[in-house]
Structures are given as C-alpha cells and as structure tokens.
C-alpha cells in the first residue's frame, strides 16, 4: 500500500472517513484480493490444511487459536533453521517436534551439546551415545557393509583420516608426512586382509593404533615422526575414544550424540567422527527412508571449519537423501556473520523465529525479510511463540505439548527437580 497524505485537503480527508458512501478524494489503485485481504485483517491468517503422514501440530495460532500444522517434508527441501535468544524455547519446540515425526516413522540423528536430548531417547527407546563417557569408541577406520551405490568407499575412508590426523595435528601436515601417511593407510587396511574389492569390507577394520603402528615401524623419517605426533591418541590420556571398535551400534529410530562429557582436547576431533557417522547414516542406500539430523547448539559447529563445512554440504544435499537438516541456534551473529550460515539459512525452506535480542533484530529482519510487524513479533514474543516462515506463508503459533510429552521434553531444572523427587518418593 502507498499512503498519500491528504495535503491541504484536510476537509476532503475528513469527509471520506465518514459513513456516506463518498470519495471526496478520488484517489484510485488497483488491487489484488491478496493485499486487499492484508489491508482489512478482519480474519486471522492460517495455514492451508494438510493431512500427510509427516504433517507435525506445531501449535495453536496466536491470532485464531486454530491448530498449526507443518509438513516440512512437503517444502521444496526439507531443512529448518531455528533461531531464538536463550531461554526462548527453541530447544523445546525442537524436541517436540522430534518426538512427533518420530511417530511418523522418520529416523532421527541429533547432534546433542548439552545433554538435553537423552531423556527422550531413553523414553522411546533411541540410542545414546556419550562419547567422553567410559568404554563410549567410535572407530574412524570403519568401513560400510553395504558396497552397492558405494565403490568408491575405501578411497573416501582414506582421504577422511587425512582431515582426521589434520583435526588431531591441529594442522595439516607437510608434505612428506602426508605422502608416509597415505602409504600407511593402505598397508593397514591390507594386514587386516581388506582391500579394493568390497567383499572383504566386511571383515573387522583396523584400529587407529594398527595405523599408527604401521607409520612408526616404517623406513620413512616423517612417517615415524606423525606417529610420535599421534601417540597421546592411541597409548596416552587421550586414547580412550579410539581405544578399540566402535562400542555402539548406530542403527535405529533415534540416535543421539551427546557431546557435554568431551574434554575440551578432543572435542574438535569427536565432532568431526560424529558428523562422519551422521553423514554416513544419511547417505545409506540400503535402507531408503525419510531421516532429520538435528543439530542443537548449532552455533559450536559454526565456529569450527570442519563442522560448518559439514552443516554447509549436509543443506545443500540432504533433500537428495530423502533427509532433512534442522539448525538450532540461540546466536543469530555466528549464523548471520558468515556465508556458511547464510548458506544454511538460504537453503531451510522452514524457518522458525522465536524471541530475538533487540542488538540483532536488524540483521535477522534484513535476512528473513521481516515487516515492521513481524519485528515487532519476535521482539516482544513469549516463552514458546515463534514465527513461521515459508516463502509467503507466514504465521504465528504458540507449541503446545501434552502432559507426557511435556515431561520428556522439558529442561526446566525446577521441574527436573520435582520430576525426580517424585521417582524417589518411597511406595
């Protein structure tokens, strides 16, 4: 709309607003019923009703009341961003929704920080795992069972424990050691009796030990100086993540990473073995069916090249997998002051707004195209409000959760607190 003041024709301004039927203005434009409709919000705006089987009850809308359901699998692509200020409810929201495609029978990975996720993976029998924890290993030198759209595997194995010893190095290494590593890579896959044909990728795969041995018992100087490099991770402090085979089996309906017991020396490198098993899960032709990564806390990847060039690859492909990506984040900088997070937000047809602080308000209205109103919205939202964006389709809802869903989902300490004296209390 165009606003056109009246100048020197107050009287005639006056006498339009009357109820008289007469346009003492005369002042004309053509419109289109959908911005006559936004001009007089007589009625509430609502999405269109879907009935699919992935279709989620987000909640209720804050203007009408009516239910908000979102099938994110009916988008051009799959992907979510969710953006909120702490303690807005994003994680909330997130679980919730979880929980839900989890009924429709989609496979769930979820990247997990802060431990939030567990309790749900417990209740509906996912699998958590701790890594940091006692006897928790992943083997980085694993290799798929399933060869059919994959006869490339053994070479993408070999190239990913290049960034592997560069993420523990804190560095790529030079040139000779590089060359003495590539070579050891392939003899230690040929001790364990696997080679180029996939019918021997089903036999036990070596250990990161087995490699580093092959690399100090070697002719090559630099070959047995990466492996000194390398020795905290196999024989020292730091071992006890590679110390043997992969202690989880990663099949299921929902598997949770849960990062917070990592010390800080491994995290880097834990990270990068979690985003490889995830990408791995996603691209597993054998079994083709509808899958979502969650990564909560995403802003911790975003700061690290490896994770965000995970997140970055994982958006744009993800769709091609039959598989969604949701990015939750509570620091709208770390998404919005990169092209890698850019990128991400640009390729999530779902986008969720929940609270923001006021310091980052402009730059989250300029990258979701917000209006005064909608800025308005999400500055002043409650605990659990949100703003659903999808192309033109936009509205406002509030999650509403059942009472056990609530309780599984939750994070509140004082209800943890509660919840927890009640399942002590003596029968």
């Not at 607003?17 to 434009?29: E, I």
């Not at 988008?75 to 953006?83: E, K």
């Not at 969604?324 to 991400?344: C, E, I, K, M, Y």
Request: aromatic share 6%.
């Amino acid at each position: 709309l165009d606003a056109r003041p009246a100048t020197f024709r107050s009287l005639q301004g006056w006498t339009a607003t009357l109820p008289l039927a007469v346009d003492t203005l005369d002042v004309r434009r053509v419109m289109d019923t959908d911005a006559v409709a936004s001009a007089y919000p007589f009625t509430s705006p609502d999405l269109p009703v879907t009935t699919s089987d992935t279709a989620v009850l987000y909640g209720r809308n804050t203007a009408s009341t009516s239910p908000v359901v979102w099938d994110r699998y009916a988008c051009d692509n799959y992907n979510s961003v969710t953006l909120a200020r702490s303690g807005a409810g994003k994680s909330y929201f997130t679980k919730l929704e979880t929980l839900r495609l989890l009924y429709a029978g989609v496979e769930a990975v979820v990247i997990d920080p802060e431990n939030e996720y567990t309790r749900l993976a417990d209740a509906v029998g996912g699998t958590v795992v701790r890594l940091g924890a006692p006897g928790v290993r992943i083997n980085p030198l694993d290799l798929p069972t399933s060869a059919a759209d994959q006869p490339d595997a053994l070479t993408r194995r070999g190239l990913f424990l290049h960034t592997l010893v560069a993420v523990l190095l804190g560095g790529d290494p030079d040139p000779a050691a590089r060359a003495a590593l590539d070579a050891a890579i392939v003899t230690t896959y040929t001790q364990a009796g696997i080679t180029s044909d996939p019918r021997t990728w089903a036999r036990p795969a070596p250990l990161l030990k087995d490699l580093v041995a092959v690399l100090a018992c070697g002719d090559n100087p630099a070959g047995r100086t990466l492996a000194s490099q390398l020795a905290p991770y196999v024989a020292g402090s730091w071992r006890s993540l590679f110390d043997g085979p992969t202690s989880h089996g990663l099949d299921g309906h929902l598997v949770v990473f849960s990062l917070r017991d990592l010390p800080e020396q491994l995290r880097a490198v834990a990270t990068l073995l979690t985003l490889d098993a995830t990408w791995r899960r996603v691209t597993d032709t054998s079994k083709r069916r509808r899958r979502l990564v969650v990564v909560d806390e995403a802003w911790l990847l975003l700061r690290d090249g490896e994770g965000a060039r995970f997140l970055m690859k994982l958006a744009k492909a993800a769709r091609k997998h039959w598989c969604g990506l949701a990015v939750v984040t509570q620091d709208a900088a770390d998404v919005l002051g990169s092209d890698l997070g850019r990128a991400v937000i640009a390729n999530a047809s779902t986008q969720v707004l929940m609270r923001q602080a006021p310091q980052v308000i402009d730059e989250v209205a300029d990258a979701f195209g917000l209006t005064d109103g909608e800025r308005r919205f999400v500055l002043s939202a409650d605990v659990g409000t949100a703003l659903l964006v999808s192309g033109n389709a936009r509205v406002g809802f509030r999650s509403v959760a059942s009472p056990t869903e609530h309780t599984l989902i939750t994070t509140d300490p004082a209800e943890l607190a509660d919840t927890e004296e009640g399942e002590n209390e003596p029968c």
